[in-house]
Structure formats: structure tokens, C-alpha cells
């Protein structure tokens, strides 16, 4: 409903491009281009591929699908989403675990826009012939804080045991694909490798839209230090 209406405000007043805010398209041919995946392997305790770096016009693109219901933004990143997969997953029929969205972020944004994102990709991998389900086999067991403005120690304190997994079936005979839509410290990934484990899944990769450029590799941030 609330994706229906900003579509629909959208159509009355002219939208914005939600990369760089020139009026106009909901995104502009520019923004469009940056958004093309150029996949990248991620630090993490299994193969891990993110298709774009977490910076320029990508963080308000994701905020405008995720916060703000511009459900239009999705196809790109979408797109994103599944080309990270295919550049890591391994041959053979493939399960997608999404990493849950709490509870709270899914009633402040009125639905699962992370959770429709990771079903688009699937859905754009079935059409070019790969054997791919989703499987929400992970599910949050406890409240965590916000994990924006937590350092690398302290996001995985947040995170420790506050997932857990319920396979079921549907995940025999399937790689098992970890997936979300941004990856940080790798804190959330690991905590999710970690309840799979516990109840006996091997997660064979990981994909992510996008990667937070490491600290020591991207001068902005690492002016701060
Ligand atoms: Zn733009």
C-alpha cells in the first residue's frame, strides 16, 4: 500500500532521480550505469561476492527502495542481487537464505523490501534456467540493537546469538547462498553461518547488492581515522 502510494505521488509531482536528485526519471540514465555489478569477493568465513561497492549513488538508491517504498528502484538491484550469485554460487540447484529483517524494520517500512529484492533476484535467475528456491531458514530469536554506529567487535556482540534457523527440507540437496542487501563487518553473515551450523547446514557462499568499502582501502572514511 504504502509503495502504491509513493508510485502514485511520484505520477503527480514529478519524480527525482534517487541516485543524484535531478527531477525527472526515478532514475536517471547516469545513475542507471553506476548501478551495473561489477562483482567483488568480501572477507567473510565463506566464498563472498558483493555486486557493488556501498557508496555514490548506491546507498540512496537502497534507501529510497527500503525506507522511503520506491518500489521502482528494485529491478537494478535486483539485477545486482543475482549477478553477485551467479559469481559465487556453486553449480547445481541453489537455496537463497535471506538475513531476516527485524521486526521493527519491516513495520517501520511496511513490509520486507529486502525480502521482495532477494525474491526478484530469484526470480530473475529462474528465467536464466538456474534451479534456485528461497528459503527464510533464518529468523531472529531475540531484539538487537541498531548495528549503524557500532564498530566491528561491538556489531558482533550485538549479533551473537540472536539467530536462529530452521532448515526443513527444503534446503536437501541444494547449495546453500546466504544473501542480503548490504554487508558491513560481516557480523550479520557470520551470525547467520553460525545458527545454520548449529542445526546442521553447511552454507556453501554468500551474496550481497552491495559491500561497505573497507576501512583502509577508501580515503574518506579513512581520513577520519
Ligand atoms: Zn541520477
Not at 117 to 134: K, M, P, Q, Y
Amino acid at each position: 500500500m504504502g509503495a502504491f502510494w509513493t508510485a502514485a505521488a511520484d505520477l503527480v509531482t514529478g519524480a527525482a532521480c534517487a541516485g543524484c536528485d535531478r527531477p525527472g526519471l526515478v532514475l536517471c540514465d547516469g545513475c542507471r550505469r553506476a548501478l551495473t555489478p561489477g562483482p567483488r569477493a568480501v572477507p567473510a568465513p565463506v566464498p563472498a561476492v558483493a555486486a557493488l561497492g556501498y557508496d555514490g549513488v548506491v546507498r540512496p538508491v537502497l534507501a529510497g527502495l527500503k525506507e522511503h517504498g520506491r518500489w521502482r528502484l528494485q529491478p537494478p538491484l535486483a539485477h545486482a542481487l543475482a549477478a553477485a550469485v551467479c559469481a559465487v554460487a556453486p553449480d547445481g540447484p541453489l537455496a537463497l537464505v535471506p538475513v531476516p529483517s527485524t521486526r521493527a524494520s519491516r513495520r517501520r517500512r511496511g513490509g520486507d523490501p529486502v525480502g521482495d529484492l532477494v525474491a526478484a533476484a530469484a526470480a530473475e535467475l529462474r528465467g536464466i534456467g538456474v534451479d534456485v528456491v528461497v528459503v527464510p531458514a533464518l529468523r531472529h530469536v531475540r531484539r538487537v540493537s541498531d548495528q549503524s554506529g557500532l564498530g566491528v567487535r561491538e556489531r558482533g556482540a550485538n549479533l551473537a546469538g540472536a539467530f536462529a534457523a530452521r532448515p526443513g527440507r527444503a534446503l536437501r540437496g541444494r547449495s546453500v547462498v546466504v544473501v542480503d542487501d548490504v554487508v558491513t563487518t560481516g557480523a550479520t553473515l557470520r551470525e547467520g553461518v553460525r545458527a545454520l551450523r548449529a542445526e546442521g547446514v553447511v552454507t556453501d557462499a554468500a551474496a550481497f547488492v552491495a559491500a561497505t568499502p573497507r576501512r583502509h582501502a577508501d580515503g574518506v572514511s579513512g581520513a577520519r581515522s
